[in-house]
């Protein structure tokens, strides 16, 4: 199965910024629909929360209480999904994973995100 790896997660500050970066492996990523998630802590059933998606042709959707701050992108030379987030607010902090939604990826280990004063 196709792996993925999350990266750029981090400690930051409310009101800062961070830029997720997801790579996949394998050579179809850019036929593939690439979407983030994010899992809270103490999520009930370890829930995974739907963030944002893009796909193929760059058409890009960003769950509604987050499209004023969140970005998603990608970039096919570099099998690479991003997820831009500015304005962090403490109920951000989670861990963020990255995933195909037709299957073909397996699950990441995910990148913290703690936004903390």
């Known amino acids: 199965q196709v792996q993925v790896v999350e990266s750029g997660g981090g400690l930051v500050r409310p009101g800062g910024s961070l830029t997720l970066t997801c790579v996949v492996s394998?050579?179809?990523?850019?036929?593939?629909?690439m979407g983030w998630f994010r899992q809270a802590p103490e999520a009930p059933g370890n829930r995974r929360d739907y963030?944002?998606?893009?796909?193929?042709?760059?058409?890009?959707h960003v769950t509604d209480s987050l499209k004023d701050r969140f970005t998603i992108s990608r970039d096919n030379a570099r099998n690479t999904v991003y997820l831009q987030m500015n304005n962090l607010k403490p109920e951000d902090t989670a861990v963020y994973y990255c995933k195909d939604n037709g299957g073909n990826t397996a699950w990441g280990p995910g990148t913290q995100v703690t936004v903390s004063s």
């Open positions: 394998g050579s179809s990523f850019s036929h593939y629909t």
């Open positions: 963030v944002a998606l893009i796909d193929s042709t760059d058409n890009a």
